[in-house]
Structure formats: structure tokens, C-alpha cells
């Protein structure tokens, strides 16, 4: 499935980001192998597979990292690319009435 220069530029404004056009084209190419790939899975016999909820529901769990106290972002660097804040926190359009 190839995809088009404008549904590349679509992509781009959806997750906000400003491409240039070697990184259109570029992303053009990846994306487009990305979905001939997920085509190609859909064409695998799956119905012998139970339903999971997760990938790890499958069988034993693989060990876990240790958990790690590091450094944060400071607000203002996890603000950063926020479309709209209020002080230090995101401004999100109000659902509840």
C-alpha cells in the first residue's frame, strides 16, 4: 500500500511535526512498508489462536529491569512541545459538563 505525499502530510500534522521534503519522502517509503507488511499479516491463519489481553499472558513472564530513581523533566521541558498550558500543567479541552 503506497501512500500519498498528502496523507504523509496529514500523518505529520496529526503528530505535530514539521517535516521537511526529504523527511516527507523519506517517511513516505517507511510508512508505506510498514502497512505492505500489516497486509501482509492479516493473510496468516489465526483462528487456532486463543484471545489474549496481553502478549505476555501467553506463557511464564520474562524478568523485569529494576526500577531506577533518575532525574525528571523539568515543566518546562515536558511542556515543551504542549499545544496549549496553563502554568505548569496542559490545557485540555473541557468534556465534562
Not at 523527511?23 to 513516505?28: G, H, N, P, Y
Not at 517509503?29 to 493473510?43: N, R, T, W
Not at 529494576?66 to 502554568?87: C, F, I, K, Y
Amino acid at each position: 500500500m503506497s501512500l500519498s505525499l498528502d496523507e504523509v502530510r496529514r500523518i505529520a500534522v496529526l503528530a505535530r511535526l514539521k517535516l521537511s521534503p526529504e523527511e516527507e519522502q523519506l517517511f513516505r517509503g517507511q510508512l508505506s512498508a510498514i502497512l505492505d507488511y500489516v497486509e501482509q499479516l492479516k493473510e496468516l491463519d489465526v483462528s487456532g489462536v486463543e484471545p489474549m489481553t496481553h502478549a505476555l499472558a501467553a506463557g511464564d513472564l520474562p524478568p523485569l529491569r529494576d526500577d531506577v530513581v533518575r532525574p525528571s523533566l523539568s515543566p518546562e521541558e515536558a511542556l515543551a512541545n504542549a499545544p496549549a498550558r496553563e502554568g505548569t500543567c496542559f490545557k485540555v479541552p473541557r468534556i465534562i459538563e
